[in-house]
């Protein structure tokens, strides 16, 4: 299966290049998703005018002309079912993306995703059926959403329990890390060397 980075900032403080260890977040994160038996290539969704910039950092960069990141992600879509994740996790695990994975493969919903106890869903983390996210997309974009977050109300997927996996494995809670400030660099440096 292929995973897409989407590495597409909106805002002005979102920065997939912050250094983690002296390199760019977005390449730890692909190195990650590299770990990953069931993943067979990673393809980064980025802003057309930084192509250069991340053309540096990772494999393959897929530049898009885009206003949003659902815009860039519908622009982006492979023809087959693909693992989504964005730029600034670095403490992805590999093991919870081949369970994600083989989730997938068994059931065949239109998406997999993790959810926490309190329902919401970490849709930046998920495997996802390209026919059916383009319709939750444009579902989401017509009631007036703009943000990724609000598609889950317009797909039938299999949720994952997020506690019921950290119950059998604490670290499952760390793929979920995002990287926005220097304090969440500073975790992760840390993280990283244990």
Known sequence: MKAYILAFPEKRWENYTIPVNDEPVVKLTERRLLMSKRIDG???IVRNDKL??????????????AKSKMEALLKALPDGPFFLVEGNMPLLMHFLVNYLIGVYYENEPEAVIPVWRDGSAEVFHA???????ENAVGSATAEGYTSLSRVVEFLDYEPVSIEEL???NPKVTLSFVR???????AFVETNMKE
Do not use: I, M, Q
């Open 127 to 133: 495997v996802y059926e390209p026919d059916a996210l």
């Open 179 to 185: 990287v926005k400030n220097s304090l969440d660099v």
């Open 42 to 44: 990673v393809l980064t």
């Open 52 to 65: 250069k910039t991340y053309s540096l950092h990772v494999s393959n960069p897929v530049p898009v002309s």
């Open 166 to 168: 950290a119950g059998r």
